[in-house]
C-alpha cells in the first residue's frame, strides 16, 4: 500500500479509537515491532510493543474511559509524519474529570507506527 495522507490520518485515528475503547492488543497491531512511545513532556520513554502494551494496560488501571476527538492533522507522506492535535476528555476511576489537549507526532514507517512522541498539556501523564 501506497502510503498517502489520508491512510496515514486512518490510521491515527483508528489509533485513538482503539486507545479509547481499550483494545490494547489492536493498538499494538499498528505499530513496528520496534516501536516507541514517548511521552516528552513528562520524560517517559517505553520502546518494544511489549512495553507499549504494557503502558496502555496500566493505563486501564486509572481510568474509566476516554475520548480523543477534534482532530486537526498535518501529514508529510513522504517523510512518513504526521501531527495530531487533538481535544481529550479522560474520566478516572477515582471519579474526576479532565478535559485538556495534546499533540501526537507520529514517525511511521511504511504503513505502521514506528514512533509516537505525545505532548500532553495535563500534568499528569497517563502513559508510562
Same mark, same amino acid.
Given at each position: 500500500? *501506497?502510503?498517502? $495522507?489520508? !491512510?496515514?490520518? &486512518?490510521? @491515527?485515528?483508528?489509533?485513538?479509537? /482503539?486507545?479509547?475503547?481499550?483494545?490494547? =492488543?489492536?493498538?499494538?497491531?499498528?505499530?513496528?515491532?520496534?516501536?516507541?512511545?514517548?511521552?516528552? *513532556?513528562?520524560? $517517559?520513554? !517505553?520502546?518494544? &510493543?511489549? @512495553?507499549?502494551?504494557?503502558?496502555? /494496560?496500566?493505563?486501564?488501571?486509572?481510568? =474509566?474511559?476516554?475520548?480523543?476527538?477534534?482532530?486537526?492533522?498535518?501529514?508529510?507522506?513522504?517523510?512518513?509524519?504526521?501531527?495530531?492535535?487533538?481535544?481529550?476528555?479522560?474520566?478516572?476511576?477515582?471519579? /474526576?474529570?479532565?478535559?485538556?489537549?495534546?499533540?501526537?507526532?507520529?514517525?511511521?514507517?511504511?504503513?505502521?507506527?514506528?514512533?509516537?512522541?505525545?505532548?500532553?498539556?495535563?500534568?499528569?501523564?497517563?502513559?508510562?
Amino acid at each position: 500500500m *501506497t502510503r498517502t $495522507a489520508e !491512510n496515514m490520518i &486512518k490510521t @491515527a485515528e483508528t489509533y485513538f479509537g /482503539r486507545v479509547d475503547r481499550g483494545e490494547i =492488543d489492536t493498538v499494538v497491531e499498528l505499530m513496528t515491532p520496534d516501536v516507541v512511545l514517548e511521552v516528552v *513532556t513528562h520524560g $517517559a520513554r !517505553n520502546a518494544g &510493543k511489549d @512495553a507499549v502494551r504494557e503502558v496502555f /494496560r496500566k493505563r486501564l488501571d486509572v481510568f =474509566d474511559n476516554g475520548l480523543h476527538f477534534n482532530f486537526k492533522h498535518v501529514a508529510d507522506p513522504a517523510k512518513g509524519w504526521l501531527v495530531s492535535r487533538f481535544d481529550v476528555i479522560r474520566n478516572y476511576k477515582d471519579g /474526576r474529570r479532565e478535559e485538556t489537549n495534546n499533540i501526537n507526532f507520529f514517525e511511521f514507517e511504511g504503513a505502521l507506527i514506528r514512533r509516537v512522541s505525545v505532548w500532553m498539556a495535563s500534568p499528569v501523564s497517563s502513559l508510562g
